[in-house]
T-cell receptor, first 113, second 118 residues
Framework: GNSVTQMEGPVTLSEEAFLTINCTYT??????LFWYVQYPGEGLQLLLK?????DKGSNKGFEATYRKETTSFHLEKGSVQVSDSAVYFC????????????FGGGTRLMVKP | GAVVSQHPSRVICKSGTSVKIECRSL??????MFWYRQFPKQSLMLMAT?????????EQGVEKDKFLINHASLTLSTLTVTSAHPEDSSFYIC??????????????FGQGTRLTVV
């Protein structure tokens, strides 16, 4: 079956530091990959996505590249801000599984001023 | 982008009562809606998948008689927690997937409902 593994948190960084949150996946088909962000007490918001190999998703300074050879979709940001503090979820959607989303465990990011 | 509205955002109820949570797609038609439950500091657990006009498909271990799901239209799904108990206290999140088009690969999430059973 499909699965998503992401690094455990919390990840604590100082403002303007470089961020990487690792995400690897296992899928039987050709999934689309997503990063969602959840701010305290809120639902999930789509941060970025990539639908095929070598695609790069980007939004709000965050980037992730769909790497089929390493089955990875690592999230990066060059300079984090306090407002980026949230929980980040990596997820995949597989047409073979009815486009159902499979989530990783989530990584809490805390950015200190 | 597409908007999913979930209501209420917070609810406190007494043990033994029922609570209904609504999930609406505001600017698109959702053929499929998903209901998730999230425990503190944990990931989302899919509870059930509902397709408009048909019975919901529940994940293993989720009691369908306790968590009633109705997807009566292409823009509305409801989750009713019946005879709620303190262990049902959790954060419930819905998501909706659009019919066809470029939105088809993406699921849009509601804001979540914090349920507290006292």
């Amino acid at each position: 079956g499909n699965s998503v593994t992401q690094m455990e948190g919390p990840v604590t960084l100082s403002e303007e530091a470089f961020l990487t949150i690792n995400c690897t996946y296992t899928a039987t088909g050709y999934p689309s990959l997503f990063w969602y962000v959840q701010y305290p007490g809120e639902g999930l918001q789509l941060l970025l996505k990539a639908t095929k190999a070598d695609d790069k998703g980007s939004n709000k300074g965050f980037e992730a590249t769909y790497r089929k050879e390493t089955t990875s979709f690592h999230l990066e940001k060059g300079s984090v801000q306090v407002s980026d503090s949230a929980v980040y979820f990596c997820a995949l959607s597989d047409r073979g599984a009815g486009n159902m989303l499979t989530f990783g465990g989530g990584t809490r990011l805390m950015v200190k001023p | 982008g597409a908007v999913v509205s979930q209501h209420p955002s917070r609810v406190i109820c007494k043990s033994g009562t029922s609570v209904k949570i609504e999930c609406r797609s505001l600017d698109f038609q959702a053929t499929t809606m998903f209901w998730y439950r999230q425990f503190p500091k944990q990931s989302l657990m899919l509870m059930a998948t509902s397709n408009e006009g048909s019975k919901a498909t529940y994940e293993q271990g989720v009691e369908k008689d306790k968590f009633l799901i109705n997807h009566a239209s292409l823009t509305l799904s409801t989750l009713t927690v019946t005879s709620a108990h303190p262990e049902d206290s959790s954060f419930y999140i819905c998501s909706a997937r659009a019919m066809g088009g470029v939105l088809n690969t993406e699921a849009f999430f509601g804001q979540g409902t914090r349920l507290t059973v006292v």
